[in-house]
């Protein structure tokens, strides 16, 4: 499979018209539709159901978009991995982060950086820590910021200095708002919007013990922002961490029982960095 067709297919499968395609890429139609001919011929299979006026992506079309996307950022990523000027760092840095107190440290971090080095990029890809695991592991990123729990046994690490705190988010209308803190009894009977990932539910399940199976949970989320709209339009409360300026309209209020969650900062054991990320991680290293 070349680069240059699988390009042609993410084109393809986005805009689901050969005709609008072709015009995007400034190739002709005929040549569009040969290439893609040609690329089902080479993996034997049908990728595309071609209708009058569209076309849509069958399952195995829809497998090759999920990795013709991993090829062409990997690569494109290396590209830029090789950017550089005599004597001047640069390039880029691709850091996956959640959402927690930890992104502040390595913000400061990445700010005193880049009045260093001008030239360099970060990009930035916000997930949770399973996501930005699975991407690592195929080298799309650099360095990511995890929040705990999590299993890092694979990668080296360093500990970020911060913790976070547990609490919930409510609106200022809420009857809970008038409290200072919330305990697991406080949360029997109200609608619960909670983190997805299975270990931090049971986190939250060891934090809350038995009362854990009454508890109401009215919806599950990854990022915080949604729910933070959803508790804002009364599905629930959100149960997470503390983050400075993320609303107005509601309140955090701790968890009693005090429940904080670390952060690391991971690398993948033996990884060989780009001169810009190996030399952000010294910084990292020295400045802690």
């Excluded at 107190?101 to 001008?118: D, K, N, Q, V, Y």
């Excluded at 009894?185 to 539910?201: C, F, H, N, S, T």
């Excluded at 190996?278 to 020295?286: G, K």
Aim: glycine share 6%.
């Amino acid at each position: 499979m070349e680069l240059r067709v699988l390009k042609y297919f993410l084109v393809v499968a986005r805009e689901e018209n050969i005709t609008r395609a072709a015009a995007l890429l400034h190739v002709t139609q005929p040549t569009l539709s040969r290439q893609l001919m040609q690329l089902e011929e080479e993996l034997g299979v049908k990728l595309f159901r071609r209708g009058k006026y569209h076309i849509i992506l069958t399952d195995d079309g829809v497998l090759l978009r999920r990795r013709a996307q991993e090829i062409v950022d990997l690569a494109e990523k290396t590209e830029r991995e090789f950017q550089r000027q005599e004597g001047v760092l640069t390039g880029e840095i691709a850091v996956g982060a959640g959402e927690s107190s930890g992104m502040t440290r390595l913000s400061e971090a990445m700010a005193a950086f880049r009045r260093e080095h001008p030239l360099v990029q970060f990009s930035i890809y916000s997930a949770t820590a399973d996501d930005i695991k699975e991407r690592l592991e195929k080298g799309l990123l650099d360095l990511g910021l995890l929040a705990e729990p999590v299993d890092i046994g694979r990668y080296e690490f360093i500990r970020m200095p911060r913790r976070d705190r547990w609490g919930v988010w409510v609106r200022r209308d809420d009857p809970l708002a008038a409290q200072e803190a919330v305990s697991p009894k406080d949360l029997l009977g109200v609608p619960l919007l909670l983190a997805r990932r299975e270990l931090v539910q049971k986190e939250l399940a060891a934090w809350f013990g038995d009362d854990f199976e009454k508890v109401e949970v009215a919806a599950t989320y990854n990022l915080i922002l949604n729910a933070i709209n959803m508790v804002r339009n009364r599905v629930g409360v959100a149960l997470g961490f503390y983050i400075a300026n993320l609303s107005d309209e509601l309140c955090f209020l701790p968890l009693t029982p005090v429940l904080e969650t670390g952060t690391v900062l991971v690398w993948k054991k033996g990884q060989m960095f780009s001169p810009a990320a190996a030399e952000f991680l010294r910084h990292i290293r020295h400045a802690d």
